[in-house]
């Protein structure tokens, strides 16, 4: 795929054990499977595969777990992986199968040693904390999952009145090796870059949310702004995902125009887009909305060059069942808003009954919704797919829930 260079980069430069030629664009997660498979991307999707196995034994647990239905967890672990663009990843140079992996581990995890009960051993959180931190390589986005365990947690302590020393431990744990990582690449980027950032290409993405209104950058912008605007345009304005990503077309003349470095022009990209979203906060927010409802849907989900398929009547069997599934998806997502929505109901209503497991999983959904749409435009349902096997689990549960109550 167009984003698996630079992670088969860093996992050479993860296998030198040398970071002084670190770019600071991809975190080192994904790329520590092509480091261990000594390059051989043959034997990384191996490695995938034997993780999506895992990934659906863990998944079939923990919905067990959260049921106690082996039958109900058994179908829909099936239902789960029977979506195409569930398999197609793991054949995939990307980060969305090992993305998957850690997060259905890390739920899995919660669930089996009941961490939110804050009753377990301290090793418990120490694993979880552990990874977390690998789940933030993977993908630095996911830093919220953490931060927003840790407040979770910690504001059921003082509503239910849990405030031990031993519990603040226990929470304070649990972040604190995610921050130290998010520390430890700032730092390396800030070393070989100049900037502290979890990864340099944030200026990029901000740009693709501030490119459709670039040409209201000042006119000491106008070398960038004028290459942007030219690249945009140049694309129908019917392919919007397209025009947003214009940025990165864009990048070989930018550099060239500017003289400046990769790490330089990201953050000059970072900055001019800030400036414009503080003066023009309506765009942006209308840009963050457009992302938030694309979460929800299913373009950009299916990351497939048509032409790399050999077989035509394999290609076509997978568009067909693609094109029946990618509705289905947009259905089992407005049935967990549905669901989620009914669930904040209640919780308002009665905050010490209603602060479990279902309540932490809907805020980090809508968490990841959220940090996505601020950070980045574009087929942003591509970054729902790590939350599927949740998001099916809760609707599964509250359908289930109606089926008994009848």
């Known amino acids: 795929m167009p984003d698996s260079e630079k992670y088969i980069l860093l996992g050479e430069i993860i296998s030198e054990l040398n970071f002084e030629n670190y770019s600071g664009g991809r975190t080192p997660?994904?790329?520590?499977?092509?480091?261990?498979s000594n390059q051989n991307l043959n034997i990384t999707i191996a490695i995938q595969i034997i993780l999506g196995i895992l990934g659906s034994l863990l998944f079939y647990d923990f919905v067990k777990?959260?049921?106690?239905?082996?039958?109900?967890?058994?179908?829909?672990?099936?239902?789960?992986?029977?979506?195409?663009?569930?398999?197609?990843?793991?054949?995939?140079?990307?980060?969305?199968?090992?993305?998957?992996?850690?997060?259905?581990?890390?739920?899995?995890?919660?669930?089996?040693?009941?961490?939110?009960?804050?009753?377990?051993?301290?090793k418990h959180y120490?694993?979880?904390?552990?990874?977390?931190?690998?789940?933030?390589?993977?993908?630095?986005?996911?830093?919220?999952?953490?931060?927003?365990?840790?407040?979770?947690?910690?504001?059921?302590?003082?509503?239910?009145?849990?405030?031990?020393?031993?519990?603040?431990i226990k929470i304070f744990i649990i972040a604190i090796i995610p921050l130290a990582s998010f520390y430890c690449i700032g730092s390396i980027n800030k070393r070989n870059s100049g900037y502290f950032t979890s990864t340099t290409y944030s200026g990029?993405?901000?740009?693709?949310?501030?490119?459709?209104?670039i040409e209201k950058a000042p006119d000491e912008d106008k070398i960038i702004r004028d290459i942007i605007i030219k690249h945009r345009d140049s694309i129908k304005p019917s392919?919007?995902?397209?025009?947003?990503?214009?940025?990165?077309?864009?990048?070989?003349?930018?550099?060239?125009?500017?003289?400046?470095?990769?790490?330089?022009?990201?953050?000059e990209l970072g900055r001019i887009s800030k400036n414009l979203f503080l003066k023009y906060p309506h765009l942006y927010l209308s840009r963050v909305f457009k992302s938030l409802i694309s979460f929800w849907g299913y373009k950009g989900s299916l990351m497939l060059d048509?032409?790399?398929?050999?077989?035509?009547?394999?290609?076509?069997?997978?568009?067909?069942?693609?094109?029946?599934?990618?509705?289905?998806?947009?259905?089992?997502?407005?049935?967990?808003?549905?669901?989620?929505?009914?669930?904040?109901?209640?919780?308002?209503?009665?905050?010490?009954?209603?602060?479990?497991f279902d309540l932490f999983l809907i805020c980090i959904v809508y968490s990841g919704a959220i940090s996505q749409a601020l950070l980045v435009y574009g087929p942003n349902?591509?970054?729902?797919?790590?939350?599927?096997?949740?998001?099916?689990?809760?609707?599964?549960?509250?359908?289930?829930?109606?089926?008994?109550?009848?």
Request: glycine share 2%.
């Open 65 to 122: 777990l959260r049921l106690t239905s082996k039958i109900v967890a058994f179908w829909n672990t099936l239902f789960i992986n029977g979506f195409v663009h569930f398999i197609l990843y793991e054949f995939a140079i990307l980060t969305e199968s090992l993305t998957i992996f850690l997060m259905t581990l890390a739920f899995w995890y919660l669930e089996k040693f009941k961490l939110l009960t804050l009753r377990a051993s301290l």
């Open 239 to 267: 392919n919007s995902d397209n025009r947003a990503m214009s940025v990165w077309f864009a990048q070989e003349e930018l550099k060239e125009s500017t003289k400046l470095s990769e790490q330089d022009l990201n953050y």
């Open 126 to 168: 120490f694993v979880l904390s552990l990874i977390l931190s690998w789940l933030f390589f993977t993908r630095p986005v996911y830093l919220f999952i953490p931060i927003g365990l840790f407040i979770f947690v910690l504001s059921k302590c003082i509503i239910l009145k849990q405030n031990t020393g031993l519990n603040f």
């Open 381 to 406: 349902s591509r970054f729902a797919f790590p939350f599927l096997p949740l998001i099916a689990y809760f609707v599964l549960s509250n359908l289930r829930s109606l089926e008994i109550k009848k």
């Open 306 to 356: 048509h032409n790399t398929f050999n077989n035509i009547y394999f290609k076509y069997l997978i568009l067909i069942i693609w094109k029946i599934q990618r509705y289905l998806l947009v259905v089992i997502h407005i049935l967990f808003l549905f669901f989620s929505f009914k669930k904040l109901k209640w919780f308002f209503k009665d905050k010490p009954n209603n602060y479990d």
């Open 204 to 213: 990029l993405y901000l740009s693709q949310i501030a490119t459709s209104f």
């Open 29 to 36: 997660g994904f790329s520590f499977l092509i480091a261990i």
